[in-house]
């Protein structure tokens, strides 16, 4: 199983991102799927998941403004941010999860600046 996630890049404050995961070697409906970020000097934290059943949940520094979203035909995640702001700026990684150990993707970096 491999993720590939894509879709980072320098945004201004107030403005927008789309981040991806592909991937590949199995199916993304069968499995929770979550996107985390670290900034310097801090814990990995989660930012957005979304399961098998289509449930969702988002921490308060990201709900509203934060979409995660699947397109399992192409067997991609998606995480949509709005309205983003200076303390968003981190990598972002993308997980699956599954019985035998998560599996994560490289990371992509997000950094939010005038």
């Known amino acids: 199983v491999q993720l590939q996630a894509s879709g980072g890049g320098l945004v201004q404050p107030g403005g927008s991102l789309r981040l991806s995961c592909t991937v590949s070697?199995?199916?993304?409906?069968?499995?929770?799927m979550a996107w985390y970020r670290q900034a310097p000097l801090n814990w990995r934290e989660l930012v957005a998941i979304?399961?098998?059943?289509?449930?969702?949940n988002y921490p308060s520094s990201v709900k509203g403004r934060f979409t995660i979203s699947r397109d399992n035909v192409k067997n991609t995640v998606y995480l949509q941010m709005n309205s983003l702001e200076s303390q968003d700026t981190a990598v972002y990684y993308c997980?699956?999860?599954?019985?035998?150990?998560?599996?994560w993707g490289q990371g992509t970096l997000v950094t939010v600046s005038s």
């Open positions: 979304s399961t098998s059943l289509g449930n969702t």
């Open positions: 997980q699956l999860r599954q019985p035998d150990g998560d599996v």
């Open positions: 070697g199995t199916v993304i409906s069968l499995h929770t």
